[in-house]
């Protein structure tokens, strides 16, 4: 019996065409259905697709009403679009590439409601959403206090039971495992010896004779000695961005554990009975909810957008992916395209009767988007202008990620005056308010350069009236309301810092100290008295450690940043001597050097 | 209504007992097992269908390797991704790699996803093995349990249907 099954070739060539056929046939619903899927994959939430033509002759995909959900506000759509028409090149689709030279999306929208949910059945919030609301959203307070029942609190205060006091001890033993682990890590020693080599090879190219075999030998110890050195001083800066990057982390444990006192200060009051009026507390408690849903987007597709444009050797150290999806990697030869390159699109739509029935026109660029930035060599930049005819709301978004080289950088910044305000709610119906008229002026800047992020986003408020709705019993609710009543502007500020797995927010809001004042008035005095107390015990405890391990830090900084600095001095100064004093003396005028 | 699992298996009920080669049946079950493990949605897993039709390989054999193999890759998709990763990252590979990324058509397969790879990998390393595993499983059976199991009632309801009467006549040809 034959190993080859000839009747069977024939019919696995019919099959096969067919099954070619009917992928002919209806390649556009299947590309649509790939497309919705990989969309909802990355968005995390619903991508609709009205209709996709494509034509392969002609190298274009044509889409139309496509609209984004967003994940963590699923009412919502992240984006809509009209139409987008790309055009490919069918070549590199061959080399399962897809290069679109250019592309038109039409009739962009952002955050339009959304008849129906957005959320997909299994959708869960990522890690980075947990992070987010865990610092913005408002903790379960209780807001409703008989000050004429509470403890003591400064009498609680237990050293053993500080958190910040453990956070202190966190900073201690990271700060001296850093400590440690650079001083073996550096090789400060290894660097000097090659150093003091470097010094006496340079002493060689002063020396012998001016004849052409020595000047060829001569020319090629200097372009030896200049790729030394240069990677010598590679090796130095490495070195100084690793001291940098560890004591950075030291004092970002430090953040934390000033934190965890305000939160001890707190708990300690709350424990008592006492309302903690803390005005972090309140901006959390009115403005948390809704700047958890827009940060968490925002810093959702940052992550996003960085692991997609990460380089291949950030993808080789990336944790494993989901199950049988694995990460692609790229082989490119140069001066070839990347598997995946967006060129350029058009960008052009509107924000419907944003103010005062006013639409804003949007245009806008979008450039460079590659699976492989090393390989395309330029960053990608989104630039996204919006204004409306006679005055009026206005933003300017612009993006830029370069992962040309290491480390990889991006940065976002928004500005967008006018921004309509009325109807948005702020707390709970305990403690609340709703918003009638004013426009705010947002600004944001988000940068990511290597793992650390770093950013702020504020929101200027003006010509607000706030509505109040406030269920605190006794005289609470009228201090309160006449707090929240008196208001007509406000501002607020989010901060972000830290690295992606370890991110630390912070919101800071004039909001929640006009309602600390109007609530404390209401408690005549009695809780500020107790914090002072509280904070003075907590601070005797914290304050001097805190100083103590603060000067720790800058003092181990100093410490090794101090040969590093020396030793890049001598290499700056050894370079140019390699190239000018050694080579110039030993060659004849009008000699040019082969390097 | 017939499930393409139950099809299989009694293909290869019929297979194990209608005189069918061996070899025939331990190849259909390797080469399954090469289908089952790599991801689908690529052009491995079409060359690896395609190779069904070309080999004389039993095919209930090889549908119902590949369904079993198919949940044994999901299992085995970390260490997968591990395989693939070393291999695509090693430095003395990359010229081959880069000569195969530029080809046409090549890219399709996604030999430049580490699971795809990995699982490749270890379906080509696996297959000598689970291809002399079965022919002895087989054979064995065939000594063995083959008369035993024929008496079993549902043996004998299968080998009286049209069908295999059908498909016994067309061994024979």
New interface residues.
Partial sequence: ?????WK??V??AV??IVVWVLVVLFFDPLLRWGLVHAGEAAAGAKVDIGSLHTSFRRGTLTMSDVAVANKHDVMKNLFQLDEAEVSFSPGAA????VVIPTAALKGLQLGTPRKTSGALPASKPGKLAQLVEKQLAPAKEKLDFDVSKAKNAAAEVDPKKLESLKGLDDAQQQLSQTGNKLKGQLGVDKIDAQIKDVEAQIKQLQSGGNNAAQIARKAKLAADLQAKIKGLLAQVQQSRQAVDQQLGAVRGQLAKADDLRHKDVNGLLAAAGLPTLDAESLTRHLLGPAAAKKISTAVYWISWIRQRSASQKAK?QQP??A???????????AH?YPAFLLEKAEITGKMAALLEGKDMALQGLLTGVTSNPPLYGRPAELTLKGAAAGGGPAMALQGTVDQTKEPGALRLKLHYAGLPLSGLGLGDEQLGASLKGGVGTLDGDIGVVGDQWNGTVRLDASGVTLSPQVKLSGPAAGYASQALSGIRRFGVTIGLSGREDDLHLTMKSDLGQAVASGLSSAFKGAVAQQRAQVEAKVNALYAARRQQLQSQADALQKQLLAPLDRQQAQLNDQLKRAVSQGLGRALPKGFKLPF | MRLPFLSSLRSVVLALHGGS?PR?LA?GFALGAALGLV?KGNLFALVFF?LF????VDSGMAALSAVVFTAV??LI??A???V??AL??AGFL?PL??A??????V??T?F?????L?NLVIGLLLYPFLYYAALRAVRAYHERYKERVERWKIVQAFKGWGWYQSYHRWLGR
């Avoid at chain 1, 019996?1 to 099954?5: G, P």
């Avoid at chain 1, 061959?94 to 590439?97: D, E, F, H």
């Avoid at chain 1, 199950?323 to 030869?333: I, S």
Wanted: hydrophobic letters at 40%; proline letters at 10%.
């Fill in positions: 019996m034959s190993w080859i099954n069977n070739l019919k696995a099959v096969f061959l080399r399962a590439k080789a494993p992916p199950r049988r999806r694995g990460v692609d990697f790229e082989f490119p030869r070839t | 080669d025939h190849a991801p395609l039709f070309v080999f004389n890759g999901y998709d970390p997968a991704h591990a693939g990763r695509l990252t990359r790699w880069t195969l990324y530029d080809l046409p058509v890219p399709l996604r430049n996803n580490t699971v795809v990995g």
